[in-house]
């Protein structure tokens, strides 16, 4: 425990010692110090560092040499660099200094736990200077009499040090006072040079590990002079088209120096300069003429000048000045070619002449106009065709043969040599071979085999192939000697179609076409894909060439990609010249995505998706499946027609039963002999043909039934029994009339209603269906008013009801007027009316009920009954004397009022072709 308070009161003591001032202001002297103080090392060396503590610490703190520690930027240096001299000094070696940074610092461990920095020095690493080389140095004319020297050199390698330069010069008598560069360490300039004396030149460096001095140059300063460039240049042209004359001034005096000169020139938009031999201009001058120039072309001049014995240096460029050359007749004739179209006439052609203006150094001047003739080989007798054009083409119509073409171009001094092309009726000379392209950097290459014969030149077409637009023919002529020429203006990613003709003295070959490209791209887009046919198992494909503007280069083939919705994709390659494919071995019944792919030599590009699905049936199937249908059902309704005709009658009874036809009703045939007339005012007028039967009414008193025999009344009783049986059944028609008054029916009743049927008259009149002793009446038809047929049920219910209301009805009995005279009245049969004792013998069955109002005419129904009460009834009436014809007798014993009076009904019309109803 004391131990360790002892450590920290030894610590305390130390950083008073370093850090507390004594009594004079200054500090307390430290507890020990490093030699050396802040060194300067050379980079690589070997470097030893010492750490001497104060006897004053030692006996204080008990503080020795073998608890110091060594540390370089707060980085702990290895023990095996320390080394103990004594128990107050400790030393450290560094056997490399490259390692070395700053600061290296002295530190004491304190009991073993706490560290405290004794002293510490910074150590600074570098490299001695290094000899200056390659002194040069210049005069620069600053003005007419003013000269500055600037001097350069090479410092050498980096010091990392502050390296100090000086420039020192001095005469062989005279040191002058050094020249310290400015923000550099190469290069420094003196003012104020003499010229004519030797001068002697160097450099020196120096740094804190040492210093240099460079190898001293001796020059006379006059000659290294770089004089100014001549001024005020000027350019004018002179009496020749070729030659072009500068002026200009020099700025350095004769007496100090006689200068040579150097000119260069060169065409405007050229950047290559040309000189003036240096012998030509090595005297000294201030004007020159410059020959051998192109005529009409415009150059630009340059000078500069140095030393005349070449000592020394080359005066920068002067300012370019320009000038122009005057006109000069055409150095050669346009090059010339044709387009011929024989489209229109097969005897005749249009030649396109078009030819290339001349460069400026073959012009020579402006192009006044161009001189065109035409003359015809295959007829020497025709005269010559002149044409004067102002442009680069002309078009001829010319019929079809050889012909020769010269054209002259013209200036305003003179013609340039003719140009001429041939052109032979036909290109039957051999063309060239193996014609190929090469792409070369951003030129066309375009190369062939020269056939044998010797050619003259080839002319060289080619143009923009484009969907959209027509080619445009350009073309270039080369020599005869050449298989191979560069195309300049090609784009790329464009088709060309190039041709070349070789032209012969007497005649021309045929053109040799290829495709190229400069450069090629994957296509712009890829073929839309769509289905011309779709079956069950395959799937017609079909789809458009990519334009050429799409293509982007050569299409290589076509890709068709297609799967099902689940289902692995297929690839199948085609051919690029197809537009057609045709898919197999598909599933019937299927979704099918398909998708193609456009290649080129530079990559692929993929169009649009496309589904179709197939036919669930092949073809022929349906055919094969409907045709027998529908054989078979045609066959079942050809049966079922002649099953039904063999069977009709049958068919017939259960479908369209039997019903009566009124118009075959024996009561619309039935008339008598002599039709009776009548005087009815206005039913004459409305039924004038008289095709109505007359009927009159017959009153029967209720208590002459005995008036009748037995005998005679039988067949009513046999119809009475068959009526109550039947009652259900049968029925008036009177009822079924839509505008009929009820029906009133004589009662069944014998007693007690007699009375007052008496004197009644029966709505309702029954007249015989057959003809009267088998008499064959006249067909007579009638319509009914009403518009609905009389129903069975209605006739037997309405029958059946009109029964119970008929006991104190009297009945009436129609007799047919057989055209005699009313007043005969000696007949056997039906002298007095009697009396009918049953209700429903007013109803008879079997005759036909005719029911009157008044004075309109209601509607007349008929009602059909059983052949047996037909028979009944055809033999009450043959009681009656044959032959003689039944008519209406009133009652003489019982005379009646007015009131009794029995009213007269006359039926309804029956007309000739008329409608009974049922």
């Known amino acids: 425990m004391f131990s360790r308070w002892n450590w920290v009161a030894c610590g305390f003591y130390l950083v008073l010692n370093i850090c507390s001032p004594d009594a004079s202001g200054g500090l307390v002297q430290s507890c020990g110090h490093i030699i050396p103080e802040s060194p300067v090392l050379a980079l690589g060396s070997n470097f030893t560092a010492l750490c001497i503590l104060n006897e004053s610490c030692l006996d204080f703190g008990n503080i020795y040499a073998n608890q110091i520690i060594w540390k370089i930027k707060n980085r702990v240096v290895p023990k095996e660099q320390y080394r103990e001299i004594n128990r107050t000094v400790s030393s450290v070696t560094f056997n490399d200094t490259s390692s070395l940074a700053t600061p290296l610092t002295c530190n004491i461990l304190a009991d073993g736990q706490i560290e405290q920095n004794i002293y510490g020095i910074t150590v600074t690493v570098g490299l001695a200077p290094e000899k200056p080389k390659n002194l040069s140095c210049v005069v620069h004319q600053v003005s007419r009499f003013t000269y500055d020297m600037n001097c350069t050199w090479n410092p050498g390698r980096h010091t990392f040090l502050d390296t100090e330069f000086r420039l020192r010069y001095s005469w062989p008598e005279e040191i002058f006072p050094d020249c310290i560069p400015k923000g550099v360490n190469n290069s420094c300039t003196i003012n104020d040079i003499q010229f004519f004396v030797n001068t002697e030149i160097w450099v020196e460096a120096a740094n804190a590990l040492g210093k240099a001095e460079s190898d001293p140059l001796v020059v006379d300063p006059v000659d290294i002079v770089k004089p ?224 044998n014969n010797y050619v003259l030149k080839y002319v060289i077409e080619w143009c923009l192939v484009s969907s959209s637009s027509d080619c445009t023919i350009e073309w270039q002529i080369a020599l005869g000697d050449v298989q191979g020429i560069d195309l300049k203006g090609i784009k790329p990613f464009k088709c060309y179609l190039i041709t070349v003709y070789p032209l012969y003295a007497d005649g021309q070959g045929s053109g040799q076409s290829v495709k190229a490209y400069l450069k090629q791209d994957r296509p712009s887009k890829g073929p839309t894909v769509q289905t011309k046919k779709v079956g069950k198992a395959e799937a017609v494909l079909t789809w458009n060439h990519l334009t050429v503007e799409e293509q982007n280069g050569f299409i290589r083939n076509y890709t068709i990609l297609y799967k099902t919705i689940d289902g692995n994709e297929t690839v199948v390659t085609v051919d690029p010249s197809k537009t057609e494919y045709t898919l197999s071995s598909l599933t019937s019944d299927t979704l099918y995505t398909v998708r193609m792919m456009a290649s080129t030599d530079n990559g692929s590009r993929t169009g649009p998706d496309f589904t179709f699905t197939t036919q669930k049936f092949g073809k022929g199937e349906i055919e094969a499946i409907v045709v027998p249908v529908c054989l078979a059902f045609l066959l079942i309704v050809l049966l079922g027609v002649l099953f039904c005709f063999n069977k009709r009658d049958l068919i017939k009874k259960h479908i369209w039963p039997i019903v009566p036809d009124p118009s075959k009703s024996n009561i619309a045939q039935w008339s008598p002999q002599v039709p009776a007339k009548h005087n009815f005012n206005s039913k004459d007028q409305m039924y004038p043909e008289g095709s109505f039967t007359d009927v009159s009414v017959v009153e029967i008193e209720a208590d002459d039934k005995k008036s009748f025999s037995e005998q005679d009344l039988k067949p009513f009783d046999l119809l009475k029994k068959e009526k109550s049986t039947s009652e259900g059944h049968s029925s008036g028609i009177g009822g079924s009339s839509c505008m009929s008054s009820p029906r009133q029916s004589v009662s069944d009743s014998d007693e007690g209603e007699t009375t007052q049927n008496t004197s009644s008259t029966v709505q309702y009149s029954t007249v015989v269906l057959n003809g009267y002793r088998d008499q064959t009446p006249v067909q007579v038809f009638s319509r009914s008013e009403s518009t609905q047929p009389l129903l069975d049920s209605e006739e037997r219910s309405e029958d059946h009801a009109g029964g119970a209301d008929s006991t104190a009805q009297r009945q009436q009995y129609f007799r047919q007027n057989g055209g005699q005279d009313e007043n005969n009245t000696d007949r056997p049969c039906f002298e007095r009316a009697k009396q009918v004792t049953h209700a429903n013998e007013g109803d008879l069955v079997g005759f036909v009920q005719l029911q009157v109002s008044g004075q309109s005419s209601q509607p007349l129904g008929l009602g059909m009954e059983k052949n047996t009460q037909e028979a009944a009834l055809s033999k009450v009436l043959q009681t009656c004397t044959e032959g003689q014809t039944v008519r209406p007798e009133t009652v003489e014993e019982n005379p009646l009022s007015v009131d009794d009076m029995p009213k007269s009904y006359l039926p309804q019309t029956v007309r000739q072709g008329g409608y009974m109803p049922q």
């Open 228 to 451: 100014l460039a001549p001024q005020n240049v000027s350019v004018s042209s002179g009496i020749l088209p070729t030659v072009l004359k500068l002026s200009w001034e020099n700025w350095i005096s004769d007496t100090v120096m006689t200068l040579k000169f150097n000119i260069r020139y060169r065409i405007i938009g050229d950047t290559s300069w040309m000189e003036v031999p240096c012998e030509d201009t090595a005297s000294p001058r201030t004007s020159f003429s410059v020959q051998e120039l192109r005529p009409y072309t415009k150059y630009a001049f340059s000078i500069r000048c140095m030393k005349e014995d070449g000592v020394g240096y080359w005066s920068d460029w002067s300012e370019e000045k320009t000038g122009i050359t005057t006109e000069d007749q055409p150095s050669k004739g346009p090059p010339v070619w044709r387009i011929i179209d024989a489209s229109h006439s097969p005897a005749s052609w249009t030649v396109h002449l078009m030819w290339k203006a001349l460069k400026p150094f073959e012009a020579n001047g402006v192009i006044l106009q161009y001189e065109v003739t035409v003359r015809d080989k295959s007829s020497p007798s025709c005269p010559l065709k002149k044409y004067n054009v102002t442009g680069t083409n002309h078009t001829l119509q010319l019929p079809k043969g050889t012909y020769e073409v010269t054209l002259i171009a013209r200036n305003s001094v003179g013609a340039s040599p003719p140009s001429v092309l041939l052109i032979p009726a036909s290109n039957s000379k051999a063309p060239v071979e193996n014609l190929r392209t090469l792409p070369k950097h951003d030129k066309l290459w375009v190369g062939w085999t020269a056939p």
